[in-house]
């Protein structure tokens, strides 16, 4: 029997259908809900508040730590195809820590250079400066002023009472007041020794430079007790299930490897474009440019926009107009597009797993947390997070909130819209959908699921009436648009009332015939072409039979949808030799499907009878009958379009899709 998943009625019994739903536990007693209710609400509050503290008190030790991890993921592949070539694992490791030391001092060395030069040239431009920030200033700081001014004028004469005009004896008296005599006194710091500049230059780079050493230390020893590490780790999560374990440290691995080498890749050609391009617009100190956008880069969203602005602010500055400030402009905005909508999607894409407002979010949650280095380690650390929640049942949460994938399931969704009344959404949805498959396809996938959920929350009385209305307002809405025929606008007062709505397979037909004639389509048509697809009469029957009429409709055969009472009404033209196929549905009553066979078997001879026999779990039956003999079984609305593709060809083209 087709459940019946909209009914305007919302009943006070639990329906009598086959599937049953699990029984329901009783509620446990007052005290003792509020104790657990408090102990899960409570616990993990106290240990993320206990876990927050630590990593901020600990981010000294931490800080020096998670980049050393992070560096020994990005030299790993280098270690690996040294060892590869014969070197031991000291001297390879070694090898790969130089290499890239060796590269940090040349590009330090370099910028520094660049540094100096530019400042040194800075004095060149003051003239071209002075005449832009006179401009700038003339444009928007002046004109601001104005405004505010002459505002400023406006309100205060207009808040300030009318005052009497002083009469002939009126006068006014000035008075001073005696001052004492003021010594204006100056203070001059002596000259810096050159002791003096070198202590400030040692104390402020003793910090950086001793994290920079901390983090090359664990770095190496990272690499050197690599299969340790690795060892202990797996006793550490789990060494119980060594099979669970050494998949998400594979995960975790392979993740953080091939995202730091593809960005590390990814950056420095988008380095190396800028310069070019800077470089070809002659704009001074092109190097510099190129490789600061390389390192800022690796700055989530905002480190490009940090690289260009004092780019943008030399070329402004390098000429009297403004042509090389807007071509530098460009150049890093052309660049930018395409690095990253065009770049980095087909190098690396979504490999990470995470979603974009994932990254906006943990940029500024680990930022605040550990400052400049948590913009770098943003992105890494929640990769982590996102890893242990695929993989550890309790933190399935992570995976949720912080994964691109989608937290409900297609059915699922279609199920909330229709309760949310978005028929906007699903229809742009299937749309998409149907892009690729047919529509045949989209109501086993996702309609007839999103029905049987329906269906299920309407027998727990989980649905009121308004609710059922509205749902089967938004089903119909949806499919009718889904439907490729032609369709005029529908008028104001032709408006869906509660009598058409009652039962959405009727009202779906009834929308057919109002643009085609009551049957559809012309009568005289070639013969063995039609395809009828008959309904019993019930709410949930006369849906499932409108949307098999429309997927066969869809796959290019002629198909028309009709009750057991339209045969009294068939007119004389209509000619039985038309009928090549009669599909029908599964009923309420066994009895009456083996009537139904028999007269269609007495009156169209020629034609082949398919039952369509859904799933139980979209049905409601725990079994099938089987089928009367002579007549076919389908089980799904794709094997019935393609039982009627191969029994006889279409009439206008097949274009069925999986």
């Known amino acids: 029997m087709i459940r019946e998943p909209f009914k305007a009625d919302h009943p006070s019994q639990p329906a009598d259908h086959t599937l049953v739903s699990p ?18 609400s409570t616990s993990p509050l106290v240990a993320c508040a206990i876990v927050l503290a630590l990593l901020y008190l600990a981010r000294e030790v931490l800080v020096p730590v998670a980049l050393a991890a992070m560096l020994s993921l990005l030299i790993a592949p280098l270690v690996r195809r040294l060892r590869r070539l014969g070197l031991p694992a000291t001297p390879a490791v070694l090898t790969a820590v130089g ?3 060796a590269g940090v001092a040349a590009l330090t060395v370099m910028l520094a250079v660049q540094l100096v030069d530019m400042t040194a040239s800075l004095p060149q431009y003051e003239s071209s400066i002075r005449a832009k920030v006179a401009t700038v200033k003339e444009l928007t700081v002046d004109r601001l002023d104005s405004l505010q001014g ?29 001052s004492g005599e003021r010594v204006q006194v100056e203070v001059y710091q002596p000259p810096p020794t050159s002791l003096s500049v070198l202590t400030h230059l040692a104390a402020s780079l003793w910090e950086p430079l001793a994290t920079a050493g901390i983090v090359l230390i664990v770095m190496m020893f990272t690499l050197l007790e690599h299969e340790s590490l690795r060892d202990r780790l797996l006793r550490l999560i789990g060494g119980h299930d060594l099979r669970a374990s050494t998949e998400v440290l594979n995960d975790v691995g392979e993740r953080l490897s091939r995202y730091f080498v593809s960005q590390f890749a990814v950056n420095f050609g988008v380095g190396a474009v800028v310069w070019l391009g800077l470089w070809t617009i002659d704009l001074p100190h092109a190097m510099l440019w190129g490789v600061l956008t390389a390192l800022m880069r690796f700055v989530p969203y905002i480190g490009a926009m940090i690289a260009t602005v004092p780019a943008v602010l030399l070329g402004a500055a390098v000429e009297p107009g403004w042509t090389l400030m807007l071509m530098t402009l460009a150049t890093f905005a052309v660049i930018e597009v395409l690095a990253a909508q065009v770049v980095e999607p087909l190098l690396y894409g979504h490999s990470t797993g995470l979603s974009p407002l994932s990254v906006v979010i943990a940029t500024i949650f680990w930022s605040a947390l550990w400052g400049p280095v948590g913009l770098l380690l943003a992105t890494p650390l929640t990769l982590c997070l996102l890893v242990a929640g695929r993989y550890v049942p309790s933190l399935k949460f992570l995976d949720i909130l912080l994964g691109d994938g989608p ?50 929350d309407h027998e727990l009385g989980l649905i009121t009436p308004e609710q059922s209305q509205r749902m089967q307002k938004v089903v119909v809405d949806v499919i009718s648009a889904l439907d490729g025929s032609p369709r005029r606008r529908r008028q104001r007062h032709e408006a869906h009332t509660v009598l058409d ?17 009551r049957w559809q389509g012309p009568l005289s048509v070639p013969t063995s072409s039609l395809n009828l697809c008959i309904g019993q009469g019930s709410i949930g029957d006369e849906l499932m039979t409108e949307l098999l009429t429309r997927a066969l409709r869809d796959a290019g055969l002629d198909a028309r949808h009709m009750s057991v009472t339209d ?3 068939v007119p004389p033209e209509a000619r039985t030799e038309s009928v090549a196929r009669v599909f029908i549905q599964s009923g309420e009553s066994q009895a009456a499907t083996q009537t139904l066979v028999l007269q269609l078997q007495q009156d169209l001879p020629q034609a082949s009878l398919i039952q369509v026999q859904l799933p139980a ?4 039956q725990a079994t099938h009958s089987p089928a009367p003999p002579g007549v076919m079984v389908v089980e799904s609305f794709r094997d019935a379009v393609s039982c009627a593709l191969e029994t006889g060809p279409a009439q206008r083209g097949s274009k069925a899709r999986d």
């Open 23 to 40: 029984p329901v536990d009783p509620l446990p007693p007052r005290h003792e809900a509020e104790r657990g209710r408090n102990g899960l």
């Open 99 to 101: 290499s890239l030391c």
């Open 150 to 178: 002459t505002a400023g004028r406006l309100f205060k004469h207009l808040s300030e009472p009318e005052r009497p005009a002083p009469g002939r004896g009126a006068t006014s008296r000035l008075k001073t007041n005696p």
């Open 407 to 456: 937290s409900l399931t297609r059915p699922q969704r279609f199920y909330q819209r229709t309760l949310s009344g978005d028929a906007h959404d699903l229809i742009a949805q299937a749309r998409t959908y149907l892009k690729k498959k047919s529509f045949a396809s989209y109501c086993d996938n996702i309609l007839l699921p999103a029905l049987q959920l329906a269906a299920r």
């Open 501 to 517: 709505l009652s039962s959405p397979g009727v009202a779906l037909r009834r929308q057919r015939e109002a643009e085609m004639g």
């Open 567 to 569: 045969a009294d009404e």
């Open 617 to 620: 779990w979209v049905t409601g």
